[in-house]
């Protein structure tokens, strides 16, 4: 039997995006260990981009239905059915992990332009101190959230702009939210991810110090970007080539 979907009408819908594939398992005889259709596939008949079927495809391993393999796609772990009604009220009125990340990527990097033009060396001690913090035998692949969020706020507080302070402390409680956490459980691509993410606030932070104001911006643009990758694959824009 050939594994099809009905395509999705709304866009950013996954809780629409679940139910659809767990009613395609049930209907062509799934059992644990079958592997899926490629995300390439997925989002083919479902006539959904990649960022939102991923988003899907994470509450479903959250709820235990799928697993993922790194670089081998997705395979059925359970068929017990799950009470999806009650399961997916958690998500409901989660931002979408998607949006969020893009959003950042509209604001942050001029924040960082604007931190290296008007930070002082009060705002630079607290950023030293802030990467400071990073454990040195942290979960694999997990950058400190509490560390993560600190460092972009100090950035925000470094350009002295109240506005924006508060735009940055607006976003950072979004990832607290049960579809960006099952999205990281996920495991997309976690492997180097806390180097990565170090290696990234670190550049920020040296192209800050040296009063760098497009450098600082680029700097912290590479490193949305990466977020994107780690999450969504590539840079988690449109359809992506099958590896």
């Avoid at 949006?99 to 960082?112: C, F, H, K, Q």
Wanted: some cysteine.
């Amino acid at each position: 039997m050939t594994f099809q979907l009905q395509r999705i009408e709304k866009k950013r819908a996954y809780k629409e995006i679940v139910e659809a594939i767990w009613k395609a398992i049930e209907d062509n005889g799934l059992h644990p260990g079958d592997r899926l259709p490629s995300e390439a596939e997925l989002s083919r008949q479902l006539e959904v981009a990649r960022p939102t079927l991923r988003e899907a495809l994470s509450v479903l391993h959250y709820l235990g239905v799928v697993d993922s393999v790194q670089g081998g796609g997705y395979y059925v772990k359970s068929l017990l059915p799950p009470a999806l009604a009650g399961d997916l009220a958690m998500f409901q009125h989660s931002v979408s992990p998607y949006d969020l990340v893009t959003a950042r990527l509209a604001l942050e990097p001029e924040i960082a332009r604007l931190a290296a033009r008007t930070r002082d060396d009060q705002d630079l001690a607290k950023l030293e101190a802030v990467l400071a913090k990073v454990p040195q035998d942290p979960p694999p692949g997990r950058y400190p959230m509490e560390v993560d969020h600190a460092f972009h706020l100090g950035l925000a507080e470094a350009s002295k702009n109240a506005l924006l302070i508060s735009m940055v402390n607006s976003l950072f409680p979004m990832q607290r939210q049960p579809i960006y956490k099952a999205l990281l459980a996920a495991g997309y691509g976690t492997e180097r991810y806390l180097e990565n993410v170090g290696r990234d606030h670190r550049l920020v932070l040296e192209a800050v110090r040296r009063g760098e104001p497009e450098g600082a911006c680029q700097a912290m643009r590479q490193h949305l970007l990466n977020v994107k990758r780690h999450l969504f694959g590539e840079n988690g824009e449109g359809p992506l080539q099958e590896s």
